[in-house]
């Protein structure tokens, strides 16, 4: 008999808790799902159970591939129940192409289709994803220049990409986003004039400015007493890929019977003193940041092109020698050397010799540090800043085949590059210097023919 009252007892115990947990328990899971600190908690265990439930146990890659895979009955409620909680008045940013080829995007985890961005300074109402079926209800769409005509699978063509807008919300800010100079992105510009409504590049003139880093005033001023000079072992160093641009090629080529330069990559082939290091490679880095001065070569004379080519030096404490076009509010004051500051390429040479053997003189291409500091800006975050302005409310259509136009950007500086050209013309007077730079050398032939 108290076995039976005892089972009967917690069978009742066990339903008035059920019956509590049905009216009280959901309430409450959907209070807290607002707060801060319960999102995460019960978003990310229910993300992962979609996930699973629509792709299985698919990669990031493969998952990429089938954006647009219709939702079962059972899927969709877990789904929309997903979005709608996770959005939660966010502005979505869709990332639609890849990036280099790489379906992770810069700076973002390769496993996730969603990333919040709560660590933005001003603007963190914004969510990144690669989903597609999410492209109605985006307030930017992102698309990498680079990848438009270069991707190894897909082609994405003006006429294409026109389609793909009919029907979506007017309001949708597509953008344009590259890194790379006109000549390495789109091979005809026509085409997609029209298409976009922003551009994300380097260029000041931008609608949204994203340079590879920037500086700004140090709160307080810092003292160096570091000896820089001290700390190197080699003299002048280059690492370059892109064996294309004759003029840097030649440059430099002229500047070794001067100097000692010693070259990394694939172009080093063409010099006497050659190392080899995997491009962005951490221990590449390393290497380079053992020598007093780096040839921070641009490959074109285009405006505000100032990339990692200076930016890395400087954050490994090595003095760049730039060519390029403007570097006034680009790069620090007084962090750097350029070549057209030089009457010849022996007077360059000279002046390095200089500063090998005067440390003090070498350690005053440090002493920006005692006022300036460097950092790198975040894309995304600029991005959702522009978002959330005015001029997401306007309508906005690019040009691009203006915007990207090779003579108005780097065509216009061309003097800087027949002012270097001259300086290698006379090198070839030079009794002192081989009139046939390019014989002798032990490079693949395709790569001597491009010089000759």
Not at 263 to 279: L, M, Q, T
Not at 332 to 348: A, C, M, Q, R, T
Not at 367 to 373: N, V
Not at 389 to 415: D, I, M, P, W
């Amino acid at each position: 008999m108290r076995r039976k009252k005892s089972t009967f007892f917690y069978l009742g115990a066990t339903l008035c808790l059920f019956v509590l947990w049905i009216l009280f328990g959901n309430k409450g899971s959907n209070n807290g799902a607002g707060s801060p600190g319960s999102f995460d908690k019960e978003i990310e265990p229910l993300h992962e159970r979609w996930h699973l439930r629509l792709f299985g146990s698919k990669s990031p890659k493969q998952v990429f591939k089938e954006p647009y895979r219709p939702l079962s009955e059972t899927d969709a409620p877990w789904y929309h129940q997903w979005y709608d909680r996770l959005r939660q008045g966010r502005k979505i940013i869709l990332l639609y192409t890849t990036w280099f080829d790489q379906h992770e995007w810069l700076g973002l985890a390769g496993h996730a289709l969603y990333q919040r961005m709560d660590n933005c300074e001003t603007a963190k109402n914004c969510l990144l994803t690669y989903d597609r079926s999410w492209i109605k209800e985006a307030s930017g769409v992102l698309f990498h220049g680079r990848d438009l005509e270069f991707h190894q699978h897909t082609f994405y063509s003006g006429k294409q990409l026109k389609d793909v807008r009919k029907g979506l919300p007017s309001t949708q800010k597509w953008i344009f986003l590259s890194h790379e100079n006109p000549l390495n992105n789109i091979t005809v510009y026509k085409p997609y004039d029209g298409v976009f409504n922003w551009t994300a590049t380097f260029r000041r003139k931008s609608n949204i400015f994203i340079p590879y880093q920037s500086y700004a005033l140090r709160v307080r001023p810092e003292q160096i007493t570091r000896n820089f000079a001290k700390e190197k072992t080699g003299l002048v160093a280059w690492a370059a890929t892109n064996c294309k641009s004759k003029l840097r090629l030649d440059y430099a080529r002229h500047l070794q019977r001067y100097i000692s330069v010693t070259v990394y990559g694939k172009c080093n082939c063409f010099f006497a003193k050659r190392r080899s290091c995997k491009h962005f490679d951490a221990d590449c880095n390393k290497e380079l940041s053992k020598y007093k001065f780096y040839l921070a070569f641009e490959n074109d004379f285009c405006d505000d092109y100032v990339t990692e080519k200076y930016w890395e030096r400087i954050q490994q404490d090595v003095v760049p020698v730039v060519m390029g076009s403007n570097y006034d509010g680009l790069a620090i004051p007084g962090s750097f050397i350029d070549v057209n500051d030089f009457g010849s390429i022996k007077e360059l040479a000279e002046y390095l010799l200089y500063l090998d053997k005067n440390d003090d003189a070498y350690n005053k291409y440090f002493a920006y540090k005692t006022q300036y500091i460097n950092g790198i800006g975040d894309i995304y975050c600029s991005i959702c800043e522009k978002l959330n302005s005015k001029e997401a409310t306007q309508h906005s259509e690019v040009k691009l085949s203006e915007e990207f136009n090779y003579r108005k950007n780097c065509g216009v500086n061309r003097g800087k590059a027949v002012k270097l050209q001259k300086q290698i013309e006379n090198a070839m007077r030079d009794e002192s210097v081989s009139l046939s730079l390019y014989k002798n050398v032990d490079c693949p032939k395709y790569l001597v023919k491009k010089q000759v």
